[in-house]
């Protein structure tokens, strides 16, 4: 027999270094729960975001189609009306009711100018919606130039396409039918 039974036990040894890879179950239950979090917020925001765009996408596609109207029959005093009440559910959909609902004449175009027509409404192109709308357009006054109108208009709703205006229902303090709050663009 041996006379030294510790002369039989190995040396001492560290255990391995702890591996970054593979992590544990808990940090893949948490890695999954973070992006289900993370997928469904951007979700909402996307969501959000296209809401927002889709008055003024309406409003782009329809100004489109009353350029190829006019520009096939050429009706300019029917193309300037649709023009008008188009500029008008835009506006409704993007402020308050009680700030658009009841403009009419040079007030109407004041407004158009103030929150992004430049001068273009009161004084350029964008006169012909009050002219020819109430019926001041004589018959010796030259027609107005329906692409000028046309990019005038898009103009401004481009410029109002993000507009932060307070909803009917901020503005009031009210709940507002949703009918009311955001008129339909597209009439059909």
């Given at each position: ?146 692409d000028a109108l046309a990019e005038l ?36």
């Amino acid at each position: 027999m041996n006379g030294d039974p510790l002369a039989q036990l190995r040396d001492w040894h560290l255990p391995d270094p702890i591996q970054w890879w593979p992590p544990a179950p808990g940090w893949w239950i948490s890695a999954a729960v973070l992006l289900a979090v993370l997928s469904w917020v951007a979700g909402v925001r996307w969501r959000r975001h296209r809401r927002r765009g889709a008055a003024a996408r309406s409003a782009l596609r329809e100004l489109a189609e009353l350029r190829t109207a006019v520009r096939a029959d050429g009706d300019t005093r029917a193309y300037v009306a649709a023009l008008s009440r188009l500029l008008r559910r835009f506006a409704l959909a993007r402020y308050p009711r009680e700030q658009v609902a009841g403009l009419t004449g040079d007030a109407w175009l004041a407004f158009l100018d103030a929150t992004g027509g430049g001068d273009g409404f009161r004084h350029g192109p964008g006169r012909a919606l009050a002219d020819l709308v109430y019926g001041a357009l004589h018959a010796g006054d030259p027609p107005p130039n329906p692409d000028a109108l046309a990019e005038l208009a898009e103009t401004w709703i481009r410029a109002n396409r993000r507009h932060g205006a307070p909803s009917p229902r901020k503005a009031s303090g009210t709940r507002v039918a949703p009918e009311t709050e955001n008129p339909p663009l597209a009439t059909r």
